[in-house]
Nanobody, 112 residues
């Protein structure tokens, strides 16, 4: 059974940084793409960043140059380094594996 557990959310002021972590329990991590999504109140869940098993990345236009996704295959971890955070980044952030499995989400709140 695959389980994802996010951590690292919190509250920061605009311009601050946070690093989200996601731990995958299961055996499929290294052969699948991983992604971070977010959902703000009243909005649809959207892709923030994605990383393939080979390390290829893609980002939402709104976070390019500010966020960095990375993965540690040896430890079944995926990270999202978020810099220059803005109030519009406020959302619940979810970790995803292979477009099938989801974590419970972690709240990120950015105040102006």
């Amino acid at each position: 059974q695959v389980q994802l557990a996010e951590s690292g959310g919190g509250s920061v002021q605009a311009g601050g940084s946070l690093r989200l972590s996601c731990k995958l329990s299961g055996s499929i991590f290294s052969i699948n793409a991983m992604g971070w999504y977010r959902q703000a109140p009243g909005k649809q869940r959207e892709l923030v960043a994605r990383i393939t098993s080979g390390g290829r990345t893609n980002y939402a236009d709104s976070v390019k140059g500010r966020f960095t996704i990375s993965r540690d295959n040896a430890n079944n971890m995926v990270y999202l380094q978020m810099n220059s955070l803005q109030p519009e980044d406020t959302a619940v952030y979810y970790c995803n594996c292979a477009n099938l499995f989801w974590g419970q989400g972690t709240q990120v709140s950015v105040s102006s």
